[in-house]
Protein backbone atom coordinates (compact mmCIF):
# COMPACT_ATOMS: atom_id res chain seq x y z
CA UNK A 1 0.00 0.00 0.00
CA UNK A 2 1.24 3.32 -1.12
CA UNK A 3 1.73 6.27 1.99
CA UNK A 4 -0.83 8.56 1.69
CA UNK A 5 0.54 12.32 1.86
CA UNK A 6 -2.25 13.70 3.32
CA UNK A 7 -2.20 18.17 3.53
CA UNK A 8 -3.50 18.29 7.02
CA UNK A 9 -0.48 18.21 8.64
CA UNK A 10 1.34 19.74 5.86
CA UNK A 11 -1.20 22.81 6.23
CA UNK A 12 -1.21 22.26 10.37
CA UNK A 13 2.43 23.23 9.89
CA UNK A 14 2.17 25.92 7.63
CA UNK A 15 0.08 27.63 10.00
CA UNK A 16 1.93 27.23 12.60
CA UNK A 17 4.67 29.46 11.67
CA UNK A 18 2.33 31.72 10.19
CA UNK A 19 0.50 32.17 13.48
CA UNK A 20 4.05 32.69 14.97
CA UNK A 21 5.07 35.53 11.72
CA UNK A 22 1.55 37.04 12.08
CA UNK A 23 1.77 38.12 16.07
CA UNK A 24 5.33 39.09 15.20
CA UNK A 25 3.88 41.59 13.04
CA UNK A 26 1.35 42.40 14.93
CA UNK A 27 3.90 43.57 17.83
CA UNK A 28 5.42 45.69 16.00
CA UNK A 29 1.87 47.03 14.96
CA UNK A 30 1.31 45.64 11.40
CA UNK A 31 -1.88 43.73 11.18
CA UNK A 32 -1.60 41.35 8.20
CA UNK A 33 -4.35 42.24 6.17
CA UNK A 34 -5.95 39.98 3.38
CA UNK A 35 -8.58 41.80 1.04
CA UNK A 36 -10.67 39.91 -1.04
CA UNK A 37 -12.40 40.97 -4.22
CA UNK A 38 -15.67 39.43 -5.30
CA UNK A 39 -17.92 40.60 -7.85
CA UNK A 40 -21.07 38.38 -7.86
CA UNK A 41 -21.71 35.18 -5.59
CA UNK A 42 -21.13 32.11 -7.14
CA UNK A 43 -21.13 29.21 -5.16
CA UNK A 44 -17.12 27.98 -6.02
CA UNK A 45 -15.89 31.46 -4.89
CA UNK A 46 -18.31 31.86 -1.69
CA UNK A 47 -16.79 28.31 -0.36
CA UNK A 48 -13.34 29.26 -1.38
CA UNK A 49 -14.02 32.52 0.44
CA UNK A 50 -15.61 30.51 3.71
CA UNK A 51 -12.69 28.74 3.70
CA UNK A 52 -9.96 31.01 3.26
CA UNK A 53 -11.60 33.99 6.23
CA UNK A 54 -11.68 30.81 8.75
CA UNK A 55 -8.02 30.00 7.88
CA UNK A 56 -6.95 33.33 7.92
CA UNK A 57 -8.74 34.09 11.43
CA UNK A 58 -7.59 31.13 12.95
CA UNK A 59 -3.27 32.19 11.89
CA UNK A 60 -4.37 36.31 12.67
CA UNK A 61 -4.48 37.29 9.41
CA UNK A 62 -7.25 40.15 8.96
CA UNK A 63 -9.83 40.18 6.06
CA UNK A 64 -11.87 42.60 4.27
CA UNK A 65 -14.39 41.77 2.40
CA UNK A 66 -14.87 43.72 -0.80
CA UNK A 67 -17.81 42.63 -2.71
CA UNK A 68 -18.93 44.05 -5.89
CA UNK A 69 -22.49 43.67 -7.64
CA UNK A 70 -22.46 40.76 -10.54
CA UNK A 71 -23.25 43.61 -13.20
CA UNK A 72 -20.77 46.43 -11.60
CA UNK A 73 -19.58 48.84 -13.89
CA UNK A 74 -16.03 48.38 -15.19
CA UNK A 75 -14.80 52.27 -13.84
CA UNK A 76 -16.59 51.27 -10.41
CA UNK A 77 -14.25 47.78 -10.24
CA UNK A 78 -11.15 49.00 -11.67
CA UNK A 79 -11.08 52.24 -9.29
CA UNK A 80 -11.94 49.64 -6.72
CA UNK A 81 -9.16 47.24 -7.55
CA UNK A 82 -7.12 50.98 -7.47
CA UNK A 83 -7.67 51.60 -4.25
CA UNK A 84 -6.61 48.06 -2.59
CA UNK A 85 -3.45 48.67 -4.54
CA UNK A 86 -2.95 51.90 -3.26
CA UNK A 87 -3.87 51.13 0.51
CA UNK A 88 -1.23 50.35 2.75
CA UNK A 89 -3.38 48.52 5.22
CA UNK A 90 -4.02 45.93 2.83
CA UNK A 91 -1.11 43.32 2.26
CA UNK A 92 -2.46 40.69 -0.04
CA UNK A 93 -5.32 41.15 -2.93
CA UNK A 94 -7.36 37.94 -3.95
CA UNK A 95 -9.05 38.36 -6.66
CA UNK A 96 -11.66 36.28 -7.74
CA UNK A 97 -11.81 34.79 -11.02
CA UNK A 98 -13.35 34.92 -13.90
CA UNK A 99 -14.78 38.05 -13.80
CA UNK A 100 -18.20 38.98 -15.38
CA UNK A 101 -18.30 39.71 -19.57
CA UNK A 102 -18.43 42.76 -19.18
CA UNK A 103 -15.87 43.57 -17.40
CA UNK A 104 -12.15 42.84 -19.06
CA UNK A 105 -10.10 39.83 -17.21
CA UNK A 106 -6.83 40.39 -18.81
CA UNK A 107 -6.92 44.16 -18.28
CA UNK A 108 -7.61 42.83 -14.15
CA UNK A 109 -4.95 40.63 -14.24
CA UNK A 110 -2.30 43.17 -15.30
CA UNK A 111 -3.72 45.76 -12.67
CA UNK A 112 -3.26 43.96 -9.96
CA UNK A 113 -0.35 45.09 -7.63
CA UNK A 114 2.41 42.01 -8.19
CA UNK A 115 3.10 43.08 -4.51
CA UNK A 116 -0.37 42.22 -3.59
CA UNK A 117 -0.88 39.81 -5.54
CA UNK A 118 -0.80 36.28 -2.97
CA UNK A 119 -2.64 34.10 -5.66
CA UNK A 120 0.13 34.36 -8.31
CA UNK A 121 -2.07 35.46 -11.25
CA UNK A 122 -0.22 38.87 -12.53
CA UNK A 123 2.81 38.91 -15.08
CA UNK A 124 4.96 39.74 -11.95
CA UNK A 125 4.30 37.16 -9.81
CA UNK A 126 4.69 34.55 -12.86
CA UNK A 127 7.76 36.00 -13.92
CA UNK A 128 8.71 35.99 -10.19
CA UNK A 129 8.18 32.19 -10.43
CA UNK A 130 10.05 31.86 -13.25
CA UNK A 131 13.06 33.80 -12.40
CA UNK A 132 13.15 32.32 -8.80
CA UNK A 133 12.98 36.10 -7.38
CA UNK A 134 11.00 36.99 -4.73
CA UNK A 135 8.58 39.30 -6.95
CA UNK A 136 4.79 38.40 -6.25
CA UNK A 137 4.10 34.91 -5.15
CA UNK A 138 3.31 31.64 -6.97
CA UNK A 139 -0.03 30.44 -7.42
CA UNK A 140 -1.39 28.42 -4.34
CA UNK A 141 -1.89 25.69 -5.40
CA UNK A 142 1.15 25.39 -6.97
CA UNK A 143 3.10 26.02 -3.95
CA UNK A 144 0.72 23.28 -2.22
CA UNK A 145 1.86 20.99 -4.27
CA UNK A 146 5.61 22.18 -3.43
CA UNK A 147 5.09 21.80 0.66
CA UNK A 148 3.41 18.85 0.53
CA UNK A 149 6.64 17.03 -1.31
CA UNK A 150 9.23 19.48 1.16
CA UNK A 151 6.85 18.46 4.19
CA UNK A 152 6.72 14.26 3.48
CA UNK A 153 10.70 15.03 2.39
CA UNK A 154 10.51 13.70 -0.91
CA UNK A 155 13.65 14.38 -2.40
CA UNK A 156 13.51 16.40 -5.69
CA UNK A 157 17.32 17.43 -6.95
CA UNK A 158 18.36 15.35 -9.54
CA UNK A 159 15.02 13.45 -9.82
CA UNK A 160 12.98 12.85 -13.08
CA UNK A 161 9.88 14.62 -12.63
CA UNK A 162 6.81 14.65 -14.60
CA UNK A 163 3.86 17.34 -14.99
CA UNK A 164 0.73 16.47 -16.53
CA UNK A 165 -0.54 19.74 -17.66
CA UNK A 166 0.55 23.13 -18.59
CA UNK A 167 -1.53 26.13 -17.59
CA UNK A 168 -0.25 29.16 -15.66
CA UNK A 169 -2.23 27.88 -12.40
CA UNK A 170 -0.27 25.14 -12.06
CA UNK A 171 1.74 23.06 -14.41
CA UNK A 172 4.24 25.34 -15.58
CA UNK A 173 4.22 27.22 -11.88
CA UNK A 174 5.35 24.44 -10.36
CA UNK A 175 7.40 22.66 -12.69
CA UNK A 176 10.20 25.79 -12.47
CA UNK A 177 9.51 25.65 -8.86
CA UNK A 178 10.41 22.43 -9.23
CA UNK A 179 13.75 22.98 -11.50
CA UNK A 180 14.71 25.36 -8.97
CA UNK A 181 15.29 22.43 -6.62
CA UNK A 182 17.08 20.86 -9.23
CA UNK A 183 14.91 18.69 -10.52
CA UNK A 184 14.64 17.19 -14.37
CA UNK A 185 11.08 18.26 -15.69
CA UNK A 186 8.84 17.56 -17.94
CA UNK A 187 5.96 18.77 -19.02
CA UNK A 188 3.05 16.89 -20.56
CA UNK A 189 0.32 18.36 -22.43
CA UNK A 190 -2.54 17.51 -25.18
CA UNK A 191 -0.04 17.40 -27.74
CA UNK A 192 2.60 15.06 -25.80
CA UNK A 193 2.64 11.83 -27.99
CA UNK A 194 2.21 8.92 -25.78
CA UNK A 195 2.05 10.54 -22.46
CA UNK A 196 2.22 7.04 -20.14
CA UNK A 197 5.48 6.46 -21.79
CA UNK A 198 7.00 9.57 -20.13
CA UNK A 199 5.10 9.30 -16.75
CA UNK A 200 6.21 5.51 -16.17
CA UNK A 201 9.28 6.74 -16.57
CA UNK A 202 10.05 9.71 -13.84
CA UNK A 203 10.20 8.98 -9.99
CA UNK A 204 7.50 11.94 -9.01
CA UNK A 205 4.60 12.48 -11.37
CA UNK A 206 2.42 15.79 -10.68
CA UNK A 207 -1.22 15.19 -12.64
CA UNK A 208 -2.62 19.03 -12.83
CA UNK A 209 -4.23 18.45 -16.57
CA UNK A 210 -7.78 19.06 -15.13
CA UNK A 211 -9.11 15.97 -16.67
CA UNK A 212 -10.86 13.88 -13.83
CA UNK A 213 -9.39 10.21 -14.05
CA UNK A 214 -7.35 10.18 -16.58
CA UNK A 215 -4.29 8.33 -15.13
CA UNK A 216 -4.52 4.80 -14.77
CA UNK A 217 -2.34 2.09 -13.80
CA UNK A 218 -0.52 2.20 -17.38
CA UNK A 219 1.01 5.77 -16.70
CA UNK A 220 2.81 4.40 -13.28
CA UNK A 221 5.15 1.94 -11.88
CA UNK A 222 6.17 0.65 -8.79
CA UNK A 223 8.18 3.55 -6.30
CA UNK A 224 7.00 6.34 -7.84
CA UNK A 225 5.20 9.70 -6.07
CA UNK A 226 2.76 10.96 -7.19
CA UNK A 227 1.06 14.08 -6.90
CA UNK A 228 -3.11 14.58 -7.37
CA UNK A 229 -3.99 18.32 -8.03
CA UNK A 230 -7.05 17.94 -9.84
CA UNK A 231 -10.50 17.64 -8.04
CA UNK A 232 -13.81 17.65 -9.61
CA UNK A 233 -16.84 14.94 -9.65
CA UNK A 234 -16.79 11.63 -11.27
CA UNK A 235 -18.57 10.93 -14.28
CA UNK A 236 -21.95 9.74 -12.01
CA UNK A 237 -21.72 12.77 -9.76
CA UNK A 238 -21.42 10.31 -6.85
CA UNK A 239 -18.19 11.34 -5.57
CA UNK A 240 -14.93 13.63 -5.87
CA UNK A 241 -11.89 12.46 -7.10
CA UNK A 242 -8.81 13.77 -8.75
CA UNK A 243 -6.97 13.56 -12.24
CA UNK A 244 -5.34 10.06 -11.07
CA UNK A 245 -8.06 6.75 -10.87
CA UNK A 246 -6.71 6.25 -6.82
CA UNK A 247 -7.60 2.58 -6.71
CA UNK A 248 -5.64 1.77 -9.49
CA UNK A 249 -2.80 3.82 -8.87
CA UNK A 250 -2.61 3.48 -4.71
CA UNK A 251 -1.68 -0.24 -5.03
CA UNK A 252 1.21 0.32 -7.32
CA UNK A 253 3.01 3.77 -6.15
CA UNK A 254 5.30 4.52 -3.41
CA UNK A 255 3.14 7.49 -2.07
CA UNK A 256 0.01 9.42 -3.41
CA UNK A 257 -2.03 12.70 -2.66
CA UNK A 258 -5.66 12.01 -1.34
CA UNK A 259 -8.63 13.21 -3.11
CA UNK A 260 -10.12 15.12 -1.48
CA UNK A 261 -7.86 15.66 1.37
CA UNK A 262 -4.32 16.17 -0.34
CA UNK A 263 -3.19 19.20 -2.18
CA UNK A 264 -6.47 21.53 -2.14
CA UNK A 265 -6.16 21.70 2.06
CA UNK A 266 -2.91 23.27 1.94
CA UNK A 267 -4.35 25.90 -0.37
CA UNK A 268 -5.42 28.33 1.81
CA UNK A 269 -2.93 27.83 4.35
CA UNK A 270 -0.58 28.88 1.93
CA UNK A 271 -3.05 31.86 0.87
CA UNK A 272 -2.33 33.35 4.35
CA UNK A 273 1.31 32.25 4.32
CA UNK A 274 1.43 35.02 1.34
CA UNK A 275 -0.32 37.58 3.05
CA UNK A 276 2.18 37.19 5.96
CA UNK A 277 5.24 36.98 3.71
CA UNK A 278 3.89 40.33 2.09
CA UNK A 279 3.07 42.32 5.12
CA UNK A 280 6.94 40.92 6.51
CA UNK A 281 8.46 42.32 2.97
CA UNK A 282 6.81 46.06 4.34
CA UNK A 283 9.22 46.34 7.18
Request: with cysteine.
Given at each position: ?12 A ?16 I ?31 A ?27 V ?24 Q ?27 R ?36 H ?58 K ?19 V ?21 R??
Open positions: MAELLKGAPVAALCEKTAADAAALREQGIPTLAILRVGARDDDLSYERGAMKRCEKVGVVKNVVLPVDVDSETFFNTLESLNNDPAHGILMFRPLPKQLDGERARKCLSPKDVDGCTDGSLAGVFTGTPLGFPPCTAAAMEILHHYGVELKGKRVAVIGRSLVIGRPVAMMLMENATVTICHTRTVDVPSVTREADIVVAASGQMESVGADYLRPGQVVVDVGIGWNETKQLCGDVRFDEAEPIVSAITPPGGVGSVTTAVLCRHVVEAAQTL
